[in-house]
């Protein structure tokens, strides 16, 4: 069972082209966390729990879903606000990590891309 399984369910009623996007999102190599304008995690593919752990799920603040990366939270606020995407790098709070590159982009009508 994947951490996913045990924190929520996407829900087996998407289909068509909907389904095949979100099973991609899923299960890309890389972290990904969407999070809408109000700063909260709309979505975080099974990579970025793997990374930033079970707080990364859906509905989680994105400062308490990114609690080992505060500069990232950061990062995407301002890329919500100015529309910029925004670049950068932070070594996570936990011991064995090395440092993580990322990029927000700014989603219209939904919030930022992480």
Not at 11 to 36: F, M, V
Not at 56 to 78: F, V
Request: charged residues 20%; hydrophobic residues 35%; proline residues 4%.
């Amino acid at each position: 069972m994947s951490k996913r399984d045990a924190t929520e369910s996407t829900g087996s009623s998407q289909s068509g082209d909907d389904g095949l996007a979100l099973a991609t999102l899923e299960r890309l190599p890389d972290a990904l966390i969407i999070s809408d304008t109000t700063g909260h995690v709309r979505f975080a593919n099974d990579a970025a729990i793997d990374l930033f752990g079970l707080q990364a799920t859906a509905g989680a603040s994105l400062d308490d879903a990114l609690r080992i990366c505060p500069r990232l939270a950061e990062m995407i606020r301002q890329t919500s606000q100015s529309g910029t995407p925004q670049s950068g790098c932070e070594t996570p709070r936990t011991l064995g990590m090395r440092r993580l590159l990322a990029r927000s982009v700014s989603v219209p009508g939904t919030g930022c891309c992480l």
